[in-house]
């Protein structure tokens, strides 16, 4: 039995490592380079005795960076003026934020919780300070207090934290969190409500598909996009169906005009992107003949008549072969009327069945007549490059079109 043993470990001084006071002393410099590798260091130490001085890391860079002025600037100032100035600070600084990264570290692991506030006070700036984020969800559950206390607070100097804070409660999870999150949905500021809403869709429980559901039909595209985007990552099944009619409806095309000109009369939409527009054609008839429901879209305009759907002209993207990054293939055949067409140079391309050398996805697209076209695939994105000059036989007036079965 030893001595030690019989007079317990009084001399704590024997469990000390020496390079703790130093490592803490370097804390107060100046010198954010120095203060950063002090701060690593404690870090892999983990010792209590460093808690405040890591704390004060972070305040001094709260403090005596202007943060704090540029924030109260909020109120009065205009808020992108402040962001701006903000964000100038923000590039001067980043040995700064990487000595507060490496302050945030070792606080989490030391675990203490006096930590909790400071962190989240810094939290905006998690964009440069991915660590602060990070430790405060090491903290985990005890943080959700101070988090919650943030995301419903309306000073403007909170409010700037409310995506960051949402995004840590989310990574935090559980059913605290989730309860914070699930209020903040009905926030009246609408950048809450979507910050909650995407922090949901990463908390991946069940419990948020109501409520996220509901936020489906608010006011602000922001939100009732943050909240589509959610329920589809939580891939709840009954929540699917609601998603798709959701997505489909915001892709719908928007009428423009009826116009009537002496080639006949144009039903006017104005799309987002080839694809659906595609899909908005295919719901719709024409049985007269001179009559165009047309959709302009960046990528193309789409139109259908009598003879059905045709693609204005090809798109510029479309003439670069050497963009091409695989080999397409056609795989269904032409209208008769769009072929001809196409064959008398009153339109650059005909509308055919293609199929994506990548990833074999099909769909229809313009293709030039005799001539390689690059088309892009709406699944996979990629660059296919088709060539017509094969299928095409006869000439114009007795054309015809073959296709490997
Ligand atoms: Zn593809």
Known sequence: MSLRWLFGPTKKKENENPEVKKLIKTLKNKDWTECETAARSLGKIGDARAVQSLIDVIQNAIRDRGFVQAFAGLATSPRQQALYRLKQEMDRNKSMFAACGAAAEALARIGDPRAIKPLVDFLTFDQRAPEVATSLVAFGEPAVAQLSATLKSADPFDRMRHQSTAAVLGRIGGPQAMDVLIGALKDSDLLVREAAAKALGQCGEARATEPLMALLKDESSK???????????????????????????????????????????????????????????????????????????????????????????????????????????????????????????????????????????????????????????????????????????????????????
Not at 268 to 297: C, H, M, P, W
Not at 350 to 355: I, S
Request: positive net charge; contains cysteine.
């Open 223 to 405: 939100v009732h996009n943050a909240a589509a985007q959610s329920l589809e990552k939580l891939n709840i099944p009954s929540a699917q169906e609601p998603i798709v009619r959701k997505k489909r409806a915001m892709k719908t095309p928007k009428f423009v005009e009826k116009r009537r000109t002496p080639s006949g009369t144009y039903e006017v939409y104005r799309g987002s992107d080839a694809e659906s527009a595609r899909d908005f054609l295919k719901s719709k008839t024409v049985n007269e003949k001179q009559y165009y429901i047309k959709v302009e879209t960046s990528t193309g305009n789409w139109g259908k008549d009598i003879d059905g759907l045709y693609l204005e002209r090809l798109v510029p993207f479309q003439l670069e072969i050497n963009s091409a990054q695989c080999e397409g293939s056609i795989c269904g055949m032409p209208t008769p009327a769009g072929l001809q067409y196409a064959a008398n140079r009153i339109a650059d391309n005909f509308v055919v069945q293609v199929k994506c050398g990548k990833c074999g996805h099909k769909w229809e697209d313009g293709i030039g007549y005799k001539n390689m076209t690059v088309v892009r695939c709406p699944s996979c994105n990629s660059l296919n490059k088709v060539d017509s000059g094969p299928h095409i036989t006869g000439m114009p007036g007795l054309l015809g079109f073959k296709i490997e079965i």
